[in-house]
């Protein structure tokens, strides 16, 4: 489990928008490690974790995006039924709320990486270093 920086972008909505954004991060030689993607009415919230968040952060304000910086928990785990529960229910139990959390996992894959953003990171990294594991 570790710490990591996590940019938000609030993008417009509309077709090429994520392509210009990975080209963008693939010419710097970023490699995106995780992300998701929502929309709203009027523009879309890519979040992600990449592998250098300082100079994609002074890349995207280059090109005028609005841009957010978060912390989350970067938790490997196993690919199994209940690992997230153990982990929400540890939490739960530490008044940890998880504000959100995203993740994907091939279904041949062992582990998986979890991305979550927490209300109280020393809390949360304290309960689950001690308690559940992803597995």
């Not at 392509?19 to 992300?35: G, M, Q």
């Not at 304000?61 to 841009?67: F, I, K, S, T, Y």
């Not at 940890?96 to 995203?102: L, T």
Request: hydrophobic content about 45%; some cysteine.
């Amino acid at each position: 489990m570790e710490l990591a920086t996590q940019l938000a972008l609030f993008l417009d909505n509309k077709p090429g928008t994520l392509a210009r954004v990975c080209e963008a991060l693939a010419e710097a030689k970023i490699n995106i490690l995780a992300f998701s993607m929502s929309d709203t009415v009027d523009h879309t919230v890519l979040r992600m974790v990449v592998s250098d968040p300082r100079a994609a952060l002074a890349l995207f304000e280059e090109r005028g995006a609005l841009v957010l910086e978060n912390e989350v928990l970067l938790l490997e785990g196993d690919n199994k039924p209940g690992s997230l529960a153990r982990i929400a229910s540890a939490l739960a139990d530490a008044e940890v709320n998880i504000e959100y959390v995203y993740s994907a996992t091939s279904p041949r894959s062992k582990n998986g990486l979890l991305v979550m953003r927490v209300s109280n990171y020393k809390k949360a990294m304290k309960v689950l270093n001690s308690g559940p594991k992803a597995g």
